[in-house]
């Protein structure tokens, strides 16, 4: 084997590339081949029928995708900056406390261990319209004798949903710009003070901008999941009342399983890949940025 | 001295402010999954009340009696969903971790041409959801016949979690100054050596926040676990959530039990290791 010598490096990562070739791109390349062909799950031959950029022709033509596609951007924008702000202030109150901060963050982390299935399942109840918690609670505080139809409006139905993800994935935020608070250094902090800046200022000025590497992070690796969005929803709302909560994923998920048009279904997955490769490299490249401001290096 | 008295008022003030603040968002958080602890306590008359019951009245274990029950009772083969899921996700963590210290290691400490690319590649296959790759991975398992097998699971989830734990054990093998194992190898030691006994202890806290991730990845993943498990052979703990769900009806109560049994080995293990959690993220986040 010694004519056979590679690089120290590449054997190294072997393995990683092997796994991920055999389990997400060899997957890949087989959904790709079949978005270019009529594939239908219940006629196994539709496979073979090559009907070229059809698929992707149709998808940019279907206001339904577009309008999933719009609701996804919305999701993200709304769920990404309101996680955001409730990390921050969750991680800036919980740093200033003195005593039982381990509990605390412990408490904090508490809804990342919920399976997105879970959650999907919990909020289903918290909001149901007749026995839910959310309900019982406002009818026996008499803020309202009637039964709010949080999943049944539209509109409502959304707000749930983004409820449901900002729970969860706010102590994500949270714990990264906790970590950050940890290791922000005292100097700079020291002279803001001695040079009479206000609290604000020296937040805004000082500690803002070495926390945000962090927020970035949490952005990029947060911008993945939501992109990617499925349990939660379909469980939830199943992307109804008359599709008024549809995502991109619950669309394709529906389109390729329950409508069995596999080709179609792929050809939007591939649209969506794109999308979320987008937010990703965009955060990245911020962070990219941030660190450079803070002279950190790449 | 009313500017003094002033000053401390709104000193007074702000504290309970914090404080307030602190116990409003803990509520927040905190509640809803206590109500899951809370119902799966009740008898399903109760949690079904109309108008509510606030108070519980009586709290029993009943429905993880019946969980544990025979099939005829409304029992699901709790014990072989939970014994799958540790299988599955305790491998799958380990192997995801030794592929990515290896994969960390060379991203940390090597120079080669297309690295960025490489690394960004790595990344990418994380935007893929459960969703586009259950089924081609069902065709393809089906074919090679390690459908519904642990072994079909464990790589699967080692794949989901290897770029992630890359990126993170890279960031960590950054932190450490490559002269350390340098002076380590002229000591006498191989780099084999120089590695497992001068840079794998100080990377250890990273590695297992890394870990923790991966673990809660696989332990909690659906998607992929409902198409690719068909049975009691490999069926994980969230797919077996699906078995209190009828056509009509909802279990609410049995499934609470349920969710009970798969929240409390996170929680022990994300209490246990929170504090290398933070310190592992404050290295491999900023400096990465």
Redesign the interface.
Known sequence: MKSLKL????V??L??II??A???????V??LY?SFTAYK?TRPDSLYRWIGTFNYEKAIGDAKFWAAFGRTVLLLTVALNLEML?GL??AL??S??TRGQ?A???????????????VG???K??FND??G?VN?AL??LGITDQAIPWLVDGNLAMFSIIFAEV?TA??VFA??I???L??IPKDPLEAAKVDGCTAWQSFRYVTLPFLM??IY?AMAIRS?DV??A??IVQIMTNGGPARRTELL?TL??RT??VDAR?GYA?AM?YIS?FL??FF??FF?RKLTAA?AE?G??V | MASNAAHRTRRRALKWL?FF??FL??M???V??L??VLNSFRPTVE??????V?IPNELNLDHYRAMFGGVGEGGVPVLTYFRNSLIISVTSTVIAL???M??G???A??R?KGKAW?F?G????????????S???F??FARVGIIDTHFGMI??Y???N??FT?WLIDGFFRQIPPSLAEAAQIDGCTRWQAFWQVEFPVAKAGIASAGIFAF?TS?????LASQLTRSVTSKT??VG?LDFQAEFT?N?GG?CAL?VL??IP??IL??LV??H??AG??FG???G
């Not at chain 1, 055999?22 to 890949?28: E, G, N, T």
């Not at chain 2, 949690?47 to 509510?52: Q, S, T, V």
């Not at chain 2, 790595?122 to 790759?133: E, F, I």
């Not at chain 2, 332990?219 to 998607?223: G, K, L, S, T």
């Open positions: 690089p120290p490096w590449l190294l990562l393995p990683a796994i991920l055999a389990v997400v791109l060899i997957p890949l087989l959904s079949s799950l409730f202030g969750l109150m919980v200033k406390v381990r605390l963050r412990t408490m904090m982390m508490f809804p990342m261990m919920f399976s997105p299935i879970l399942f919990q909020f109840f918290i007749n026995v918690l019982n009818q026996s729970w706010t102590s714990i990264l906790l970590a950050g940890y290791a590497p962090f992070i993945l992109a990617r499925y349990d994923w394709i998920g390729g399983y596999m792929n997955g890949i979320a490769i990703t490299v990245f660190r803070l950190m290096g | 914090h603040g602190l968002a803990m927040v958080l905190c809803p999954g109500w899951v949690i079904m009340a109309k108008p509510p606030w030794l592929v990515g290896s994969g290691y060379a991203f400490r090597f080669f490489i960004v790595l990344m990418c296959t994380r935007a893929v959801p459960g969703v586009a790759l089924l081609p991975l065709i393809i790589l699967t080692v794949a989901m290897v770029p890359i809660l332990w909690n993943e659906y998607a703990m969230p959530l909802l609410w499934m969710a798969m929240i996170a929680l994300t209490f929170q504090k959690l933070i993220l404050t986040g900023v400096k």
